[in-house]
């Protein structure tokens, strides 16, 4: 809670926005499902903002537009990136003239039920190129509202998290949620589902990707150099890994078997004590699931034990495809990941039977808070899950997993991708961009004074030349 919370405080007018993108090489590929990434570009985006009071602040917002993700397409990568470029600087014009005054949950909630919808119909309408999915438009609205929830934060000179509490944000809760709010106790508020003394460090989970070498035998001359680690061994003795996220195909089961085992047999006698199952999408049938799991509980009772969850093995859209995974929940936790646009389709999923969400910021802060306060409401279990987050992207990313009281930490594989992309921010928070001792550390966001102040950057978002990265709309 912060003194200065009054209702003119609180109401965030839009004076300016900036935007720009900022490339990155992989140090390794990353494979997402039948596509590999080998680079990315970063949206990155400040807001100047004016109160009530007429006290004017700035806001920074990053993510990386992971466009094999978003938008998984036979298209090629340049087209599907240059029409999310393009859909960017549709946002940043819709944005700047946006009229409303309001606290920074309010705006990112009027944003995602009114004002992204229509942009985006307005943008595919206009049939000048393939059709982009929401999921991409989620991505790129994404960068726009953490800087408001920034600014939100520094305008009142507090943490961005304090000004979620009801002093400040004195809505409840159904009136954002209208009719899909689920119970019959009308004011409850979204401080309520927050953690009040959030942990200071979180266990961190390591992704083994798909083309990740485990062995010496696997490695090549492709493979990098750098000082960083490539094996997975190595990686779980340098960082004191104790959680393994592990990608696999979905389309041939014997090859994800085998790659559950040999994962278990290289991490569990090096102290790994939970892995994670992520299909991307691929499957069609639970029962591809239901029978590995079904060899696995019956012949490696260790992985078994050590498998934690599974993550999102069916296509993104439940609505064209309401796959009843009730049977299959029962066997181990089913986590939705890219399936969870939105709080709405978390309802969808939970009448379908899954039982867990994994949460991203690259979905919008706004749109996080939002899910994470439906499925807690239904007894869903929380993740909040990476999206290679670099630079500024990790540290809304990590501090919304502090919050949400995630069941298992965080993931964080930006340091396995491109390390080097987060160098400078890593000087002034080198615990939110190593992995040490199998956790991240969230102690360096507060500054001199003890306070932690909208995010809590502290100076990294003046890491790079502002001039070289930035455009106005």
Known sequence: MHSSCSPAAVQLHIREWQWGVLPIQTRVPLKF???????????????VVENGLGKVA????????????VWPSPLPYQDRLRSILKFAAEVAAALDRWPEPGHAFELGATWLEHGLPQWLERFNSR??????PYLAALLVLSAFDIAVHDAQGRVLGCDTYATYHRDCLIRPLSDF??????????RIYL?????????RALPVWHLVGAVDPLTPDELTDQHPRDGYPVLLSDWIRTDGLRCLKIKLRG????????????????????????HSADFNCTVLDPAYVSEILDRLERDQPAAWAALAYVEQPFPYDLEQLRIDVRALAQRKPLYLDESAHDWR????????????????????????LLSLCWARAHGMGIMVQDLTNPRLAQIPHVRLAAHAG?????????????????ELEAEIHPGLYQRRGGVLRLDSLADATGQIVGFGYRGAEACRPLGEQLLSP
């Not at 049939?127 to 982009?132: E, F, R």
């Not at 949620?177 to 009308?186: H, L, V």
């Not at 964080?412 to 390390?419: I, K, L, V």
Request: glycine letters at 12%.
């Open 58 to 69: 700035e806001g920074w917002g990053e993510t990386p537009l992971s466009v094999q993700w």
């Open 345 to 368: 389709h978390v309802r969808l999923g939970h009448e379908l039977g899954w039982n867990g969400v994994a949460l991203k910021t690259c979905k919008t802060q706004t749109g996080a």
């Open 33 to 47: 499902g039948p596509e590999t990434l080998t680079e990315v570009t970063c949206l990155r985006v400040r807001v």
């Open 406 to 422: 995630t069941a298992w930490g965080v993931e964080s594989n930006g340091m396995q991708y491109y390390p080097a992309a987060s």
């Open 177 to 186: 949620f209208g009719e899909g709010w689920p119970t019959a106790e009308r």
């Open 127 to 132: 049939g000048d190129g393939p059709a982009l």
């Open 191 to 199: 401080d309520e589902f927050l953690v009040a003394a959030p942990p």
């Open 251 to 274: 389309n041939d089961a014997t090859w994800d078997y085998e790659r559950l085992v040999r994962v278990a047999e290289i991490g569990l006698p090096l102290g790994v004590q939970h």
